[in-house]
């Protein structure tokens, strides 16, 4: 089944402790991004890839890294989390920058930190 | 970055009823997308327009491309249960970062059986 794979779905942790969330796709889609939900603020990017270790900011990237050194993973990094980025995060994929029939989206990560 | 203004925010309505929400943007589009996000997963694209004056319809879903490429409407006819969700637009450009979705901050609705 094509699809776009978060983990973990719930994670707790404190202030400063370094997380990973993993971000893996099956469909050799070139395109990747990260989101960030917050209620009143809808879905706002964070980090996007249009290929293998070409990355770039989005409109929030402050407070997080991403890499991509193979396609099909795009993993959110959070070297040092504060409470602020507490948060319900998504993963998305498309074929190509500008694929003009949408993005397919994971089942989200729901980070909180106290 | 580019904003999009999706209204209304929220909308409590009772089963049958039809529902309208639209997004506007101060710049031009080359694609406009209405997505649907059910509690607890991640969005999953409903509909998707390519030019302006176009209007498309999945199901009880109809969408339409603003005459000016700056706004959009979804109707949802004949409300069901299973709308409850939150709605997002997104816009698009074609080539380079410009290929990006803006997304709209989102319809919460809310269907009363």
């Known amino acids: 089944e094509a699809q776009v794979t978060q983990n973990p779905r719930y994670l707790i942790t404190v202030t400063g402790k370094k997380l990973t969330v993993t971000c893996s796709q099956n469909?050799?889609?070139?395109?990747m991004s990260w989101y960030r939900q917050d209620p009143g603020l809808g879905l706002r990017q964070i980090y996007y890839?249009?290929?293998?270790?070409?990355?770039d900011k989005g409109d929030v990237p402050e407070g997080y890294k991403v890499s991509r050194k193979e396609k099909r993973n795009f993993p959110l990094i959070l070297e040092s989390p504060s409470p602020n980025q507490t948060s319900l995060y998504f993963c998305?994929?498309?074929?190509?920058?500008?694929?003009?029939?949408?993005?397919?989206f994971g089942s989200g990560t729901r980070l909180t930190v106290v | 970055g580019q904003q999009l203004n999706q209204s209304p925010q929220s909308m409590f309505i009772q089963e049958g009823e039809d529902v309208s929400m639209n997004c506007t943007s101060s710049?031009?589009?080359?694609?406009w997308l209405w997505y649907k996000q059910d509690p607890g997963e991640g969005p999953v694209l409903l509909i998707a327009?390519?030019?302006?004056?176009e209007l498309t319809s999945n199901g009880r879903l109809t969408a339409q491309f603003g005459i000016t490429r700056k706004d959009s409407f979804l109707n949802i006819s004949a409300s069901i249960p299973s709308d409850v969700g939150i709605y997002f637009c997104?816009?698009?450009?074609?080539?380079?970062?410009?290929?990006?979705?803006?997304f709209g901050k989102g319809t919460k609705l809310s269907v009363k059986p």
């Open positions: 998305a994929s498309s074929p190509r920058t500008g694929w003009p029939y949408g993005y397919t």
């Open positions: 890839s249009m290929n293998v270790e070409v990355t």
């Open positions: 327009l390519y030019k302006a004056g």
């Open positions: 997104a816009g698009q450009n074609y080539g380079g970062s410009q290929g990006n979705l803006i």
């Open positions: 469909m050799n889609h070139e395109y």
């Open positions: 710049s031009i589009f080359n694609t």
